[in-house]
């Protein structure tokens, strides 16, 4: 991927819109986001757009991507969880900059097809887990930074009790709702849990596939 003219342009694209964490930057370089996309997307992989993936998903947008992690203020020695690891692309470059990532999925189906990409790319800090994301991930709590790779009404009380005092959770926060005269969006959103409870600050307007409860019936039997 080295001076490879697309992740050069894209870069400086998200230099221009504002990211300026150079970890997050050097992470989204050294990720090759067509290994995360369907074969006619490919063209468009180093594209700042979303791209549709299987199970009426989506993968977000590089300045998205980036936003989120340096919202996160991640330090080496991190343990984050991700909820919605869809492809796996915001999964791999939270690897990067963290000790470990956690990152969970409702369709069974993308997590393997997100393991395997991971194994190619040896991302060994990289734990992955079929459940429903509105509970978390008890057995591995608490992490210092939660991520919602979905969208929610509000974020569910189960995640922040995940999250340690001082942690940082980053989410995506509202419904979109469209009319002939206007469309309300959620927000990125970023929230600081201290002992006294929590500090909101919108980031953001943003579009996310909706977070869903529970699993999808035919695989709700086994994980």
């Known amino acids: 991927m080295a001076g490879d003219p697309r992740v050069i342009s894209l870069i400086m694209t998200l230099r221009k819109l504002g990211i300026t964490d150079t970890r997050v930057l050097s992470a989204i370089e050294t990720t090759p986001r067509e290994m995360f996309v369907a074969e006619p997307f490919r063209s468009s992989a180093y594209d700042n757009t979303a791209l549709p993936i299987a199970c009426g998903q989506t993968i977000s947008q590089p300045q998205i991507v980036?936003?989120?992690?340096?919202?996160?203020e991640l330090g080496p020695n991190m343990r984050v969880l991700e909820i919605g690891c869809g492809s796996g692309y915001q999964a791999a470059v939270l690897s990067h900059l963290c000790r470990r990532v956690y990152t969970m999925e409702r369709h069974k189906s993308l997590l393997r097809e997100a393991e395997d990409r991971f194994k190619k790319l040896k991302l060994e800090n990289i734990a992955t887990w079929y459940g429903d994301g509105f509970k978390g991930w008890p057995e591995q709590a608490p992490f210092d930074r939660i991520l919602?790779?979905?969208?929610v009404p509000q974020v569910p009380e189960t995640l922040i009790e995940q999250l340690k005092v001082?942690?940082?959770?980053?989410?995506?926060?509202?419904?979109?709702?469209?009319?002939?005269?206007?469309?309300?969006y959620q927000h990125l959103t970023?929230?600081?849990?201290?002992?006294?409870?929590?500090?909101?600050?919108r980031l953001m307007p943003v579009v996310y596939v909706p977070m869903v409860a529970g699993l999808p019936e035919k695989n709700a039997s086994s994980r």
């Open 66 to 72: 980036a936003m989120a992690a340096e919202a996160l």
């Open 190 to 201: 970023k929230m600081i849990r201290s002992e006294s409870g929590i500090v909101a600050q």
């Open 148 to 151: 919602l790779s979905a969208a």
């Open 166 to 184: 001082g942690g940082i959770l980053v989410a995506p926060v509202g419904e979109r709702v469209n009319s002939d005269s206007e469309s309300v």
